[in-house]
Nanobody, 117 residues
Framework: QVQLVESGGGLVQPGESLRLSCVAS??????????MGWYRQAPGKQRELIAHIFSDGTTNYRDSVKDRFTISRDNAKNTVYLQMNSLKPEDSAVYYCNRARGPALDWGQGTQVTVSS
């Protein structure tokens, strides 16, 4: 069974930055070959995929975060990151990581990001 643990969220002002981390652990899980993604869910809205990274490092972003967010991975640490710059109030949500292709893993608890002045 794979565990996903997200961290790095917090309360920031508009225009500030945060870096989220997600560590994946579990037996028989080859992190390096899995396409990983960051998702977010705002109150009253569906969870949405905002960025994902393939095993070869290729990345894709939802238009709403393109040019502000950067996804990266460290396969040696089974960790995926999300650098978030120029944060806006509409970025406020609970952020999760999970597979972006194939069956989802068990969801972690997520990390809350709140952008407010």
């Amino acid at each position: 069974q794979v565990q996903l643990v997200e961290s790095g969220g917090g309360l920031v002002q508009p225009g500030e930055s945060l870096r989220l981390s997600c560590v994946a652990s579990g037996s028989a899980f080859i992190f390096s070959v899995v396409t990983m993604g960051w998702y977010r869910q705002a109150p009253g809205k569906q969870r949405e995929l905002i960025a994902h990274i393939f095993s070869d490092g290729t990345t894709n972003y939802r238009d709403s975060v393109k040019d502000r967010f950067t996804i990266s991975r460290d396969n040696a640490k089974n960790t995926v990151y999300l650098q978030m710059n120029s944060l806006k109030p509409e970025d406020s949500a609970v952020y999760y990581c999970n597979r972006a292709r194939g069956p989802a893993l068990d969801w972690g608890q997520g990390t809350q990001v709140t952008v407010s002045s």
